[in-house]
């Protein structure tokens, strides 16, 4: 099976030969942080916690979005996800590896990173984290694996895979609930130390990994056979729908809380995201970017007819997903840390170098995601035809369903 | 059965060795042997090489994993049915480098149905292929015992292969990869009824050796049995210059592991380790599928009685005359 | 003869540990201990900064420039990669709770010192992934192991203080004068000030508290009623930064 | 005196756990194993071609009458071949047993005969060799993995070596690239050198020798069925072709195996040929003396495959042919393929091949000056040189059996998909492990294909059948298409056997069903003579109003 | 013998790579090269024995020293009673290097002949100032 994955055509390789450009370009980046350190990113002390951080957090969101589909078809029985619940677990499995290198990444000393294995510290929520998400990483990769090798085979599934696949829901949920308490834990930042930022994080991820889903659907059937259905898209489209309205409906407590009881420290944050503090605007207008693209997603989403159009469905999903990005892969982290304990504002944007390093990381995100869907379509014999062949009047190979 | 076999063979190579040690035999099992070794191992490889090259290749039998090449349409796999050279050579690449044949086996088993279905199988690729790379790896740094200075690209394997900070002094990986796959080498072999059928003594000698070379390095460079290896590099580097000396003091454990190099290496041109020439010289690889391109000359093509048509005709002229069909010879 | 040397290494081993066994057991280790633990009272290492006394000598930065001479702290010359033990912060800065716009200019307006709390209860101990950062024991410092750190930087995030100092890069080059006696350390690992552990296990006091030209650094166990810490806390008014996040800082402001 | 035919759900009890026991033992009962082995060559037949020590003897004996010097004879025969075949020696040297091929064998995956695993089937030979040409083995013997060469090793060697179809789907998988037909060829040359081989390679050989195929058919014969084709074409068609035999002068040689003017459904497929050949006008002849592509040779010995091997050019030469056509067949061509030019070439007297029709150059086939009847027809498809009507071919879901040697010996796996395609709508590949390089063997190639063996060969068919269910089942698929005589003789009592209700057929017999030719009369039916769908019902309906 | 070009290419390729150690040490000349680590004693009277005897520094200095750090790092442990009795400071910098005061004619000689790379400890312990 694994096999699928080198085969394929001039278009499928010349993709594969563009994201391990990517890669490398992104590897020299990294190779120039290893050799000066930390100091080729915008990070200081003040903010020492910047994009890598932050597009963890994000992904984290994208990898645990894969309950979505995986707890309707085994908990509910709703067979319209059955072709989507691997496309899900696929998918958080280049998630999971894309966060745990921005954690390496990130390190100072990432030839250490064993240590946290070699000196578990229960009291230390990173180590739960690297559990939880190794945890998840392995579920994802056995379940998917043995349900597409049994898809294969023509068999069912074998039945030890059931009980994988029970505590991979809860466990996708425990994936961000844990990365929310290593920062909501934190007594010395006000900003992350609300009760709901678990909440909030969930219902950001079950937005926007939907929405991600959606556009990947939409971009596979233009490239290959695959074909979700109407009902599966449109429910996708519902559960994004709600956790957007929920995700909106969190941050608007926030703001409540903060604003009305009128805690400096508290509001500090908030300011520095929306209005700018002393002077600095540098989020200013990604924030409102992010509630004006929210706003917008939210009216194109509640709205059915516009819902049901699959052009402005998209559209939509577009508006979801980049809000959240810009909300949790720019705004989350920095705002944290801004101001200072020692109430400076500190100017964060990531440097070139940072960015390069960081689409390495996505490079090996998208490269794992395209071997994994690669072989999905292979396996279920949903692959297009090559250009060249298209062209030929006659097929070489026809489908074999 | 077999494996107890092979296991108490390499016990009691190593008892050998202690006892030869303890019997101040440091000359022979540090001088005299490792010699022996290397030329039994150089001249048995090259003497088995050539012995294989004295018998020609009379046919052009390559398998062919792929199509061919024949019309210009039609997409020919250069590397799986190669028809170029080039080909050939990326055939033979993916062969030695990747296990590439190995990276096809399946796992059949039959259902109720009855179905037979073919499941992915590739652990005795993995782990043969980490088997044999961290192998490489592993001779290549201890090319610092015999090289002075010691060249860079050593240095950069080395410090690729200690990259992670574990423990002092730095795990190399590539140990840790080397007894894991061994190990899983054998488990298979006791553990699945098919491959333990097939196994012989001889299969499992060589596991149990290479383990028993792992281990023993292991315990020399991360326990207290410890050694000095300036003694070992001096040593290393009269053998391999000619000005042979055995410094004294070295630990017996660095004897018990050079005695078993040295009968690996022994053991190597006599056994089923030849593969690592024999994998070159596989004529069903690395031949072209240019057959009916490119004639392939048999040196020992002899002439055979055929059946002639003239004796052919001559047989059934009259049955050939009443049907019709046009004769040479009326 | 191999084995011979095999015996000689076993008895070498066993003696080593034996003699480790004893230090690690015996009560007093050999040296005199500035800080006299007087009582049986789990001995807890805290400092007090009289703030009247170091208000005096405004423009003073002995203590920092004699921490950061014998530790090696690198001047980067960069206020984004910093890395500072001791340090002089404005009030507002340091005690952002205590700051009102009727305070007295003198305070208001003046520098406070501060420094690593070590904390009784450490928020960077308690996220550290690895135990490179550890309360210790037997006097509470909050220490590191630069050996271990995997520059996480999660310890910088968890405390209150901005104590902590991640070194950005390699930071030798901006060592103008390298202290051979203590290690520098390497890129990519957090640092903070240590209470001068070194110093107290030669029976000496810390560093800054050594130089000090207005002795307004008072350096004691505070679980030692006779202590001239304890003392002195009892008799004058003290703050601490931040105590409504619950860490317990061990460094006392007397105002 | 044939064996009781087991049912398919006796045989699918298959036990894969070899068990403990040594499987240097070498005792096989011959009389219980029945349905498994071949009867021996006739000595009439073994002595026409003077194969040695022709005699009376049968496997089921004790006694085999050997000759007395038996064992001198094999060991010399096998150092002779040591020092011929490099491939020979190095797999004898080698094979580090890592078992990827063991699940690979069809005939092992069908019986759970563990001595069925290609390695272990080669360690029968091996373990002789190691005892007697190694010096590990001279020393420690049997520690060493070494066997003594006794009557029950040889009779094992001719119950194995004989239950081997040369297939080599286990050299696909061997990282060595270890050919166990390799060894299987050297295993049955050394049998041979004491008289042992079987009738079923053993006769036709004999008439092949003789009459130039193994069916023994004369060329009187030969002519016979040839004109009968053209009438029959003529029948279906209401077109007459021609069908020259032995024409000098003519631009190309075809040659066939003879199973293709004698067997059924490989009859369907002459018709094809001659109807395609008429079709575009080709200038070609039949020959009554190289009335054999076939070579049963080959499961004999090289020497034996040469000597069959020869007419080919023979007759290309005395005829004066520019090149070359050779049909459907699967050993033939890898004889055609790897061994013809070699042992009976240089074939300088031809030209390149050049198809008259699309002018193309056949450059893959330049020295041999032979193509495959695939890549001709794949070629005139892609030109559009033909009419055709795909669905003419309605009647059929098709799906196609790649034969072993065309796809593992010669590369043929696209041309004949491309002409299925071309020339029908429901074409359906089987999984994936089962096709293409990976194709299993009908099981009973390489001269088992005989009835006394029926057991074993619906064991060996049984991966290559359940295949074929797999599709039949999800797509309704009823024809197997291949590429082979040998197939077209035994899959259809495999399919029989195992999957009812699915037919067997020529690629070619496809292409003449949908052929549109000049002239045809307007109620042709299909080369079975069945009405094409469409056509039928209209029939149909005619029948009810009469 | 047959294809004898390709086969003898071969052969020496494998020739060349086994008896590669021969072929080198002939380059370079270095065969018989030693290393003489020089002991550079600073002035530390009373300090003339080692902590540990020679032939155990000499293959476990290693375990000593990373005993002796974490030790000193974590359980503030930093004395140190060598078998013989002396009593030392647990400290790279300060004890070892107040003997072996030439870390390029000491360690460097060994380290550098073994290939062991020793960054780990130098890159942030202070090598001593070599005065020599």
Redesign the interface.
């Known amino acids: 099976m694994l096999e699928k994955a080198i085969t394929g055509d001039k278009r499928y390789w010349g993709w594969i030969a563009f994201v391990l450009m990517l890669i490398g370009t992104g590897a020299i980046a990294y190779l120039r942080q290893l050799d000066?350190?930390?100091?080729v990113?915008g990070?200081?002390?003040?903010v020492?916690?910047g994009f890598y951080i932050a597009q963890f957090t994000f992904l984290v969101g994208v990898a645990a979005s894969a309950v979505m589909v995986v707890l309707p078809y085994y908990l509910h029985n709703f067979k319209a996800f059955s072709k989507l619940t691997i496309l899900g677990e696929f998918l958080a499995v280049p998630s999971v590896i894309m966060c745990m290198l921005f954690?390496v990444v990130?390190?100072?000393?990432?030839f250490?990173?064993q240590?946290?294995m070699?000196?578990p510290?229960l009291?230390?929520?990173?180590?739960w984290d690297?559990m939880s998400l190794s945890g998840y990483l392995f579920l994802n990769v056995v379940i998917g694996y043995m349900v597409l090798s049994s898809e294969k085979k023509g068999i069912a599934p074998p039945k030890w895979i059931k009980p994988f696949i029970i505590i991979s829901i809860p466990w996708a949920i425990s994936i961000h609930t844990v990365t929310a308490f290593?920062y909501s834990?934190?007594?010395?930042?006000p900003f992350w130390m609300t009760a709901v930022l678990a909440p909030r994080f969930l219902a950001s991820a079950f937005a926007a990994g939907p929405a991600l889903l959606i556009l990947i659907i939409f971009l596979m059937r233009k490239l290959t056979r695959f074909d979700a259905g109407k009902e599966a898209i449109q429910k996708l489209a519902v559960i994004a729908t709600y956790a957007m309205c929920i995700n909106v409906f969190l941050v608007l407590m926030e703001v409540f809380t903060t604003f009305y009881s009128g805690m400096p420290?508290h509001m500090h944050h908030f300011e520095f995201l929306y209005v700018g503090l002393h002077g600095n605007n540098t989020l200013v207008p990604w924030m409102w970017l992010s509630s004006a693209l929210a706003v917008v997603a939210l009216v194109l989403l509640l709205t059915p007819k516009f819902r049901k159009k699959e052009v402005i469905l998209g559209f939509a999903c577009i508006a979801v997903f980049v809000s959240i990005w810009i909300d949790k892969g720019l705004g989350m982290i920095v705002a944290?840390?801004t101001p200072?304990?020692?109430?400076?504002v500190?100017d964060y944007w990531p440097t070139l170098n940072e960015f390069m390093v960081s689409i390495m990381v996505w490079g090996i995100g998208l490269l794992i995601m395209s071997l994994l869907y690669k072989i999905i379509f292979t396996v279920r014999g949903e692959t297009k035809p090559a250009l060249e062949a298209k062209e030929d009047k006659k097929e070489l190979t026809v489908p074999s369903n | 059965m077999k494996a107890l076999y092979s296991f108490f063979a390499v016990i009691i190579l190593i008892a050998l060795a202690y006892l030869g040690?303890?019997a101040?035999m440091t000359t022979f099992f540090g001088l005299v042997l490792p010699y022996i070794a290397a030329a039994a191992f150089i001249f048995g490889v090259a003497y088995r090489i050539l012995i294989w090259a004295k018998s020609p290749v009379p046919f052009k039998i390559t398998t062919t994993c792929g199509q061919q090449k024949s019309l210009p349409w039609i997409k020919n796999s250069n590397l799986e049915s190669p028809h170029t050279t080039l080909g050939v050579i990326g055939r033979m690449a993916l062969e030695v480098l990747f296990f590439r044949s190995l990276f096809r086996n399946t796992k059949m088993s039959l259902k109720d149905g009855p179905k037979i279905v073919y499941g992915e199988n590739k652990w005795l690729w993995l782990a043969g292929l980490v088997f044999h790379w961290s192998f490489l790896i592993v001779i290549i740094r201890h090319l610092r015992f015999f090289f002075e200075p010691v060249p860079e690209f050593i240095l950069l394997i080395q410090s690729l292969d200690g990259l992670l900070e574990i423990y002092v002094p730095v795990l190399y990986m590539t140990g840790v990869a080397l007894l894991m796959s061994v190990t899983y080498l054998y488990l298979r072999r006791a553990l699945i009824p098919q491959i333990n059928y097939i196994s012989l003594i001889s299969d499992y000698f060589p596991l149990f050796l290479i383990m028993a070379i792992a281990i023993t390095g292991a315990l020399m460079r991360y326990t207290?049995?410890r050694v000095d290896i300036i003694k070992v590099k001096e040593l290393a580097m009269g053998l391999g210059s000619f000005n042979p000396v055995v410094p004294?003091?070295?630990?017996?454990?660095f004897?018990i592991h050079l005695f078993l190099i040295s009968v690996l290496l022994i053991y190597f041109p006599m056994s089923k380790l030849m593969h690592m020439a024999g994998i070159f010289m596989s004529p069903t690889r690395n031949m072209k599928n240019d057959n009916r391109m490119k004639r392939h000359i048999n040196p020992w093509n002899y002439p055979v009685d055929t059946h002639s048509y003239e004796d052919w005709e001559d047989e059934f002229r009259d049955v050939m005359k009443e049907a019709g069909l046009p004769l040479e010879k009326e | 003869?191999?084995?011979d040397?095999?015996k000689?290494?076993?008895i070498?081993?066993l003696?080593?540990l034996t003699?480790?066994g004893?230090?690690?057991l015996g009560s007093s280790?050999?040296g005199h201990d500035p800080i006299e633990t007087g009582s049986q009272a789990v001995k807890r290492l805290a400092m007090a900064i009289d703030m009247q006394k170091c208000r005096q000598n405004e423009g003073c930065v002995e203590c920092t420039k004699i921490c950061h001479k014998i530790h090696?702290v690198p001047d980067i010359g960069n206020?984004?990669?910093?890395?500072k033990w001791i340090w002089k912060?404005?009030f507002?800065?340091?005690f952002?709770n205590q700051h009102h716009d009727l305070l007295e200019d003198e305070i208001k307006n003046n520098q406070v010192v501060v420094l690593c709390n070590h904390c009784d209860d450490p928020?960077c101990?308690?996220?550290?992934?690895?135990?490179?950062t550890w309360k210790?024991e037997?006097d509470g410092i909050v220490?590191m192991?630069?050996?271990?750190?995997?520059?996480?930087?999660?310890c910088?995030?968890?405390?209150?203080?901005?104590s902590r100092?991640?070194?950005?890069?390699?930071p030798r080059p901006f060592i103008k004068e390298?202290?051979?006696?203590?290690?520098?350390?390497?890129?990519?690992?957090?640092e903070k000030c240590n209470f001068c552990?070194e110093r107290l296990?030669d029976g000496l006091l810390p560093a800054c508290v050594d130089i000090c030209p207005e002795k307004a650094l008072i350096f004691g166990n505070i679980n030692d009623p006779k202590s001239e810490i304890r003392q002195i806390l009892k008799s004058r008014h003290s703050i601490r930064r931040k105590p409504i996040?619950?860490?317990n800082p061990q460094i006392y402001y007397l105002v | 005196m044939s064996a009781k035919k087991p049912t398919p759900a006796d045989l699918i009890q298959i036990d894969f756990n070899p068990g403990k026991k040594d499987w240097m033992d070498a005792k096989i009962d011959f009389e219980k194993k029945r349905g498994n082995w071949n009867y021996q060559v006739l000595p009439k037949s073994a002595e026409y071609v003077g194969m040695p020590y022709p005699r009376k003897w049968s496997p089921a004996d004790e006694d085999w009458k050997l000759p007395d010097n038996w064992q001198k004879i094999i060991f010399e025969g096998l150092r002779d071949r040591l020092d011929k075949y490099r491939s020979f020696k190095i797999f004898m040297d080698i094979c580090v047993r890592c078992g990827a091929c063991a699940d690979k064998c069809h005939f092992f995956i069908g019986s759970g005969d563990p001595k069925n695993m290609p390695v272990l089937r080669a360690e029968l030979l091996r373990s002789v060799y190691r005892n007697d040409f190694t010096a590990a083995g001279k020393i420690f013997g049997s520690l060493a993995g070494g066997r003594k060469l006794t009557v029950d090793v040889l009779k094992e060697w001719f119950y194995y070596f004989f239950q081997c179809t040369e297939c080599r789907r286990c050299s696909v998988f061997c990282p060595y690239g270890i050919d166990t037909a390799e060894i299987t060829m050297m295993g049955r040359e050394l049998l041979d050198l004491v008289g042992l081989n079987i009738d079923w390679i053993g006769t036709p050989i004999a008439n092949c020798h003789r009459t130039g195929n193994h069916l023994g058919v004369q060329p009187h014969g030969f002519k016979d069925s040839i004109d009968f084709a053209v009438d029959d074409l003529e029948d279906i068609t209401g077109v007459r072709a021609e069908a020259p035999i032995n024409k000098k002068g003519a631009e190309i040689l075809f040659v066939i195996p003879s199973a293709d003017y004698f067997g059924d459904p490989h009859y369907f497929g002459l018709l094809g040929y001659i109807a395609l050949f008429h079709e575009i006008g080709l200038d070609y002849t039949f020959s009554a003396y190289a009335s054999e592509g076939g070579n049963f040779g080959l499961f004999h010995s090289n020497e034996m495959m040469k000597r069959l091997n020869g007419k080919i050019y023979n007759e290309a030469k005395r005829l004066g042919v520019k090149w070359i056509l050779g049909g459907e067949c699967g050993h033939m061509w890898r004889v055609l393929h790897q061994y013809m030019d070699t042992m009976s070439g240089p074939a300088d007297f031809m030209e390149e091949p050049v198809s008259p029709i699309t002018g193309t150059k056949f450059e893959n086939s330049k020295s041999t000056k032979m193509i495959h009847i695939c890549e001709f027809t794949a070629d005139l498809i892609k030109h559009n040189k033909i009419k055709l009507d795909k669905s003419r071919n309605d009647q059929w879901r098709v799906t196609y059996h790649d034969s072993c040697n065309p796809a593992r010996a010669m590369g043929l796996l696209d041309e004949p998909r491309y002409v299925i395609n071309g020339v029908c709508n429901h074409f359906f590949e089987m999984p994936e492990n089962t096709i293409r390089e990976q194709t299993f063997c009908c099981g009973s190639g390489a001269g088992i294909g005989t009835d006394e063996n029926f057991e074993m060969r619906m064991r060996g068919g049984m991966p290559r059948a359940n295949a074929v269910q797999y599709v039949h089942e999800k797509h309704n698929v009823n024809l197997l298409a291949c590429i082979c005589a040998i197939d077209k003789a035994t899959l259809p009592p495999l399919m029989e056997y195992w999957v009812p209700e699915v037919e067997v057929g020529a690629i070619h017999e496809l292409v003449g069903n949908a052929l549109v030719m000049k002239g045809e009369k307007k109620d042709r039916t299909d080369l079975r003579g069945e009405p094409f769908v469409g056509t039928e019902t209209a029939g149909k309906e005619e029948e009810a109003n009469v | 013998m047959y294809d004898a070009s390709k086969i003898i290419l071969g052969i020496l390729i494998f020739l060349v790579l086994a008896t590669s150690p021969f072929w080198y040490s002939k380059a370079t000349g270095q065969s018989d090269y030693l290393p003489d680590p020089v002991i550079l004693t600073k002035d530390t009277p009373g300090k003339d024995v080692c902590v540990?005897?020679t032939?155990?520094m000499r293959s476990?200095h290693m375990d000593l020293l990373n005993?002796w750090?974490n030790?000193v790092?974590?359980?503030?442990?930093?004395?140190?009673?060598?078998?013989n009795g002396h009593?030392y400071k647990k400290?790279l910098?300060?004890t070892c290097?107040d003997c072996h005061a030439n870390k390029t004619e000491f360690c460097d000689k060994c380290h550098n002949y073994m290939a062991v790379d020793d960054q780990t400890c130098w890159?942030?312990?202070?090598?001593?100032?070599e005065e020599l």
């Open positions: 000066q350190g930390l100091t990113t990070l200081s002390r003040d020492s916690w954690i990130d390190m100072g000393q990432p250490r990173v240590n946290v070699l000196y510290s009291n230390s929520p990173m180590f690297m290593l834990g934190l007594a010395a930042r420290e944290g840390f200072s304990q020692m109430g400076e500190v | 040690i303890t101040d207290p049995l004294e003091g070295i630990g017996a454990i004897f | 003869m191999g084995i040397r095999r000689f290494l076993t070498a081993g003696t080593t003699t480790l004893k230090t690690v280790p050999a090696n206020s984004k990669e910093e890395i912060e404005n507002e800065a340091a952002p928020p101990v308690k996220v550290c992934p690895t135990q490179s210790r037997s220490m192991d630069m050996h271990r750190c995997i520059g996480c930087r999660y910088v995030a968890g405390c209150p203080y901005g100092n991640f070194n950005f890069r390699d390298t202290n051979p006696e203590y290690p520098t350390r390497t890129k990519g690992v957090v552990a296990a996040l619950g860490t | 540990m005897p032939d155990y476990s005993d750090r030790s790092v974590r359980d503030g442990e930093r004395k140190f009673v060598s078998p009593e400290s910098s300060n290097m890159s942030c312990h202070v090598e001593p100032k």
